[in-house]
């Protein structure tokens, strides 16, 4: 069966730098959401969005910015990036309520 | 969202059963209890959910008290590939998932 795609796998970027994070959720899936994991913590929400609308919020920099795409598909932009974002980008797409996650992209700021 | 309660970690024998508690006593009616595990650093995989009744699939069975104040994952038979952070969460809907501390399991040979 077909998976939640996230692009690219592992990023490294230098401190004040971009990054953009890239996500395909599953075919027929009409909500994505975004998730970040910290070195030893557990996954926080980001943000989320259903038919191509903001639907949630978490605790989200504003330096982050993220859309969902005609084709259903997410990107996650990330400004000004600091030692602090170094984390895991976990992408979920869901149907209804269950939410199915992807491999996550590992970024680490230098 | 309810807030959930497990306990820390826990040890499994392999070809075992694992019987994974999970605290939920503020739960609202319209709540689902979902079950998600984390192999190191991989994607979160879902395993089960469940509203009031008792839930088996081909990873799991969740089953519910009946005041819907607790439940319990179980995995009939554990491998070492089971060894994981399993996350109790509940939550409605289309909802964000709230991750909390979850139980570090270790499953021995």
């Known amino acids: 069966a077909a998976g939640v795609i996230q692009s690219p796998r592992h990023l490294i970027k230098e401190k004040r730098e971009t990054a953009t994070l890239k996500c395909y959720p599953i075919?027929?899936?009409?909500?994505v959401y975004w998730y970040q994991q910290g070195p030893g913590q557990d996954p926080q929400f980001l943000i989320s969005?259903?038919?191509?609308?903001?639907?949630d919020k978490g605790s989200i920099p504003d330096r982050f910015s993220a859309q969902q795409f005609s084709d259903y598909h997410s990107e996650l932009n990330m400004s000004s990036l600091e030692l602090g974002d170094s984390a895991l980008y976990f992408c979920?797409?869901?149907?209804?309520?269950?939410?199915?996650f992807g491999p996550g992209t590992r970024l680490l700021v230098l | 969202d309810a807030k959930t309660t497990q306990p820390t970690s826990m040890d499994c024998a392999e070809g075992r059963a694992a019987n994974l508690p999970c605290n939920h006593s503020?739960?609202?009616?319209?709540?689902?209890v979902y079950w998600y595990r984390q192999i190191h650093s991989q994607g979160p995989q879902y395993i089960i959910h469940?509203?009031?009744n008792n839930e088996t699939n081909e990873m799991a069975s969740l089953i519910i008290t009946e005041d819907r104040k607790s439940s319990t994952l179980i995995l009939p038979h554990a491998t070492l590939r089971d060894t994981a952070v399993y996350y109790c969460?509940?939550?409605?809907?289309?909802?964000?998932?709230?991750f909390g501390a979850g139980t570090t399991v270790t499953v021995r040979a």
């Open positions: 969460i509940v939550k409605k809907g289309d909802y964000k998932l709230s």
């Open positions: 469940g509203l009031k």
């Open positions: 979920a797409s869901s149907f209804e309520e269950t939410q199915y």
């Open positions: 075919p027929r899936h009409d909500t």
């Open positions: 503020t739960i609202s009616g319209n709540e689902y």
């Open positions: 969005f259903y038919e191509k609308m903001q639907s």
